[in-house]
């Protein structure tokens, strides 16, 4: 069964260093998106990705946020200088379209010194 | 907007006792519904939805959950559970239409079964 990856599964760095989170969706879908979750709290919606733009973002994903779709498979989140606050689980999103369901990768855990 | 309330953040049941996980949403416009199991240190994976039809859905590992429209809630209830069960669980909104209808989680409630 095709299925959402993320790499790595976890990421340690250093405050103020450049991060990038990597996820391959599911080969013929066209929506995507990026989720995080601070230990603890609830799963929160940072972005949503169609037709290579942007399409709804949340005010979480200010502008040391960005996401790619660098070519036909990956889909990238990059974090330009990383806070101590960013450390969370981040998944990764797909869906065919918008009346499919939403399939949700491993997650990343990315945590900050 | 929607949201999405768990009121128990924590539920410990004995190992083969029924368990009922409690969700409440509020929305301004039609909405599906969801409920996502997490297992430790795992992703999400999808218990089961509510999409129209029957309000009464029934899902993976014989969990089920009831929609109940007047209450605006969509609670999960097992019968039984087991060991494995103990995970947490999120339930979920997103709108049947309208933006690129992002999925709004609640808190999670985390259910430990004790042997």
């Known amino acids: 069964e095709p299925e959402v990856t993320q790499t790595p599964s976890h990421q340690v760095t250093q405050m103020g260093q450049e991060v990038i989170l990597r996820c391959v969706p599911i080969s013929n879908h066209l929506y995507f998106y990026w989720y995080r979750q601070i230990l603890g709290q609830k799963v929160e919606f940072l972005v949503s990705f169609y037709n290579n733009e942007i399409s709804e973002k949340s005010e979480i994903f200010d502008d040391q946020f960005s996401v790619e779709r660098p070519d036909g498979s990956n889909f990238t989140l990059k974090i330009r200088s990383t806070k101590l606050e960013d450390s969370a689980m981040y998944f990764c999103?797909?869906?065919?379209?918008?009346?499919?369901?939403?399939?949700f990768g491993p997650g990343t855990r990315l945590t900050v010194l | 907007a929607q949201s999405v309330t768990q009121l128990d953040s924590q539920v410990p049941v004995f190992e083969e006792a029924p368990v009922e996980l409690r969700c409440n949403y509020s929305s301004s416009v039609s909405v599906y519904l969801f409920w996502y199991v997490q297992y430790p240190n795992q992703g999400l994976q999808l218990l089961l939805k509510?999409?129209?039809?029957?309000?009464l859905v029934k899902g993976i590992n014989g969990f089920e959950a009831e929609f109940n429209k007047s209450q605006t809630s969509f609670h999960l209830r097992k019968p039984s559970v087991h060991i494995s069960d103990t995970a947490e669980y999120f339930c979920a909104v997103r709108p049947l239409r309208g933006g690129y209808q992002k999925v709004t989680f609640g808190t999670g409630t985390k259910l430990q079964v004790i042997p």
């Open positions: 999103a797909s869906r065919l379209g918008l009346d499919n369901e939403q399939f």
């Open positions: 509510y999409l129209s039809g029957s309000t």
